[in-house]
């Protein structure tokens, strides 16, 4: 399948000419310093997020004047009821009442530039423009599964699953967004423990706020998620984790910052400017010593409405699985920045997460996976606005090379097809 998305080649220009005006500053400046972008086209947008503490990098960045320090001080950050909601009020755009963009799925991006997941398959063209967090997603299951053992390994509630199906009943596991992050995780989890995610259990859309009450009442038997959700249903003794995501594939990407093509195209120097003031967040929240206070910000009723309590431990890598498991590691806590290599958009982690949704049935087999990529993932911005901020770029570029799973499974972005002929389970012929 051919890819066909707008022409970049107005953009492409405008990206141009702010890459001049960046070399130009730089060199203008002492010591080759720069702390803005050219001035942005416009002073604000709309930037929409999920109760998620991956959306911390915004919340942080309008609570600490970030927006305003670089030349956009009327950006708005509005809380979404649901991922599908998200998407709806994209569409729209803030012209419209809806959004420009903000903290989504990093699968998103693709679902909705080719349209798969949008109203009458229409495409909504869109930039990934920054990865916003690592890892410390959760994979939860109801207590009543605990004397399975099941953790790492789906394998034991194999049996369990089977034996509801027999007897006529349905085995409701959670996700908040069709072919999104937690999705592909449950999905994989799930296959990589001999479960098919298409025949053994009955996938259900829940938004993540809502996980831990539909838990509560008997709604699911598992659910993937963020944080806080996971922790939060610990501290209730509802359920227990099972695993976090980055024990499935360490140091994974989650969330990203993503615009609407248009908005993006119209405003590049806008668009660096918003860029900056993100990743001066994403710094300020992956430094240890701001965790505190950060749990404390976005816990608060206009954020998440959340208890620290519930924030705290795993944005620190201190985790109370439930079953009786704690776990205090620092690797395993959530990630904003490690030097730039989180925020980074590597093309190659754009290229797993199109082969997955391929895998499952979500894209078609024969999409051009590289067209779609060049298409939405803007690196080449996220390099300028590195620039603005006197960070060096040494070392990024289109791949991360190739990442291992926890079941020792492998992808080379050269050859993602060597990938998907080694999984067993996979929806697609």
Not at 43 to 69: R, V
Not at 357 to 371: C, H, S, V
Request: charged share 20%; glycine share 10%.
């Amino acid at each position: 399948m051919t890819l066909t998305l707008p022409s970049r080649r107005t953009f492409l220009k405008s990206a141009a000419n702010l890459a001049a005006t960046v070399a130009a500053a730089k060199l203008a400046l002492p010591g080759g310093a720069w702390a803005a972008t050219a001035t942005p086209e416009v002073t604000g947008c709309k930037l929409g997020y999920i109760a998620l503490t991956d959306s911390a990098p915004l919340i942080i960045a309008s609570e600490k004047g970030l927006f305003a320090k670089h030349g956009m001080p009327d950006v708005l950050v509005e809380k979404q009821a649901s991922w599908g909601a998200t998407r709806d009020n994209m569409a729209l755009g803030a012209a419209n009442g809806g959004i420009d963009g903000g903290h989504i799925l990093r699968p998103k991006v693709h679902l909705y530039a080719t349209g798969s997941v949008m109203q009458n398959n229409q495409p909504l063209p869109m930039y990934t423009l920054l990865n916003l967090n690592e890892d410390c997603q959760g994979l939860s299951v109801a207590q009543a599964h605990a004397e399975t053992g099941v953790g790492l390994d789906s394998s034991p509630l194999k049996e369990v699953f089977a034996a509801k199906k027999a007897a006529g009943a349905e085995v409701p596991v959670a996700m908040t967004f069709p072919g999104g992050t937690h999705d592909l995780w449950m999905r994989y989890w799930l296959a990589a423990g001999g479960i098919d995610p298409t025949k053994d259990v009955d996938l259900i859309v829940v938004p993540p706020p809502q996980m831990v009450a539909n838990m509560k009442v008997g709604n699911m038997e598992a659910f993937c998620v963020g944080e806080p959700w996971n922790e939060q249903l610990v501290n209730q003794g509802i359920g227990f984790t099972a695993a976090t995501t980055g024990e499935l594939w360490k140091l994974h990407p989650e969330k990203v910052l993503g615009m609407r093509a248009d908005w993006v195209d119209a405003n590049p120097n806008a668009t660096v400017a918003l860029m900056m003031a993100v990743m001066e967040a994403q710094i300020w929240c992956d430094d240890a010593a701001n965790k505190d206070e950060m749990a404390e910000i976005v816990g608060r009723r206009q954020w998440y409405n959340v208890p620290v309590a519930d924030i705290i431990g795993r944005i620190k890598g201190d985790i109370n699985y439930g079953n009786g498991r704690m776990v205090s590691d620092p690797s395993l806590a959530m990630k904003f920045w490690r030097g730039g290599a989180t925020s980074f958009p590597w093309k190659s982690l754009d290229s797993w997460f199109i082969t997955e949704n391929k895998r499952w049935g979500y894209l078609p087999g024969d999409l051009d996976t590289k067209a779609l990529v060049d298409a939405t993932n803007r690196s080449d911005l996220w390099l300028l606005a590195a620039a603005g901020l006197g960070i060096d770029t040494a070392g990024f570029g289109d791949s991360r090379g190739v990442e291992t799973f926890f079941d020792g499974k492998s992808f080379d972005p050269a050859n993602p097809d060597a990938y998907l002929d080694s999984l067993s389970i996979k929806a697609m012929a």
